[in-house]
C-alpha cells in the first residue's frame, strides 16, 4: 500500500508570497493519478489539480503541479488571501496527511 | 450545476446502523464510478469506498470490510452506503464524491456527520 507523506505540516505565510508543498510517495505512483485538493473549514474539499499537473475546471491558474515518481508538488505562485486552507494530495485510494497554510 | 447531496447522518449507539444516501444532480450518475470519503474530527480524509458505474466492481478500505456496504440506484441517481457494526472509530463527516479524471474526486457533497457514541 502506497503511503503519501506531505511536507511541511504547516506554513506561516504572508498574503503575496510563494507557496510550494511537497507530497511523496513511499514508491513511485503514476504521475498520471496524482491529485491536490482544497479544503477550508466546515467545507467540502474541492479539487484543485488532477494528473500531476491539469487545473480542475474553475481553478486560478496561481495554481500549479508538478512532479513524477515519487515526488510532486503543488505551487501556489501569489498567496491570495481566500488561498488560507488545508491541501491534500491524493493517489488512487490515499490520501496524504495534509498540509495547513495559515496566515502569518 | 453538478451537485451531489448526502443524508441520513446522525447519532447511533456502537453496534448500530445507519444507512447513509447521495443524490446527485447535473450528470448522469450511471456513467461515472461513485466512492464514499470521511473525515474524523480534526482529522484527515480517508477513503472509505467506491462502486463502479454499473456495480460490477466494489472496493472496501480494510477498515470498514465486512461492516459497510456500497450500492446505488443509477435510475434514481442515488448513491448509498449502509453502515453496520458501527464502532466509535468511524465517527466522521462522510463524503460522497464523483470519480473523475485520473481518479481524482470531484465534485464532493456537503457532507453529513455520523456520531457513533453511546
Known amino acids: 500500500e502506497i503511503v503519501l507523506t506531505q511536507s511541511p505540516g504547516t506554513l506561516s505565510l504572508s498574503p503575496g508570497e510563494r507557496v510550494t508543498l511537497s507530497c511523496r510517495a513511499s514508491?513511485?505512483?503514476?504521475?498520471?493519478?496524482l491529485a491536490w485538493y482544497q479544503q477550508k473549514p466546515g467545507q467540502a474539499p474541492r479539487l484543485l489539480i488532477y494528473?500531476?499537473?491539469s487545473r480542475a475546471t474553475g481553478v486560478p491558474d496561481r495554481f500549479s503541479g508538478s512532479g513524477s515518481g515519487t515526488d510532486f508538488t503543488l505551487t501556489i505562485s501569489r498567496l491570495e488571501p481566500e488561498d488560507f486552507a488545508v491541501y491534500y494530495c491524493q493517489q488512487s485510494e490515499t490520501f496524504g496527511q495534509g498540509t495547513k497554510v495559515e496566515i502569518k | 450545476e453538478v451537485q451531489l447531496v448526502e443524508s441520513g447522518g446522525g447519532l447511533v449507539q456502537p453496534g448500530g446502523s445507519l444507512r447513509l444516501s447521495c443524490a446527485a444532480s447535473g450528470f448522469t450518475l450511471s456513467s461515472y464510478s461513485m466512492s464514499w470519503v470521511r473525515q474524523a474530527p480534526g482529522k484527515g480524509l480517508e477513503w472509505v469506498s467506491n462502486?463502479?458505474?454499473?456495480?460490477?466492481?466494489?472496493y472496501y478500505a480494510d477498515s470498514v470490510k465486512g461492516r459497510f456496504t456500497i450500492s446505488r440506484d443509477n435510475a434514481k441517481n442515488s448513491l448509498f452506503l449502509q453502515m453496520n457494526s458501527l464502532r466509535d472509530e468511524d465517527t466522521a463527516v462522510y463524503y460522497c464524491?464523483?470519480?473523475?479524471?485520473?481518479?481524482?474526486?470531484?465534485?464532493w457533497g456537503q457532507g453529513t456527520l455520523v456520531t457513533v457514541s453511546s
Open positions: 464524491a464523483r470519480v473523475w479524471q485520473q481518479l481524482s474526486f470531484d465534485p
Open positions: 462502486i463502479s458505474s454499473s456495480s460490477d466492481t466494489i
Open positions: 514508491q513511485s505512483v503514476r504521475s498520471s493519478y
Open positions: 494528473g500531476t499537473s
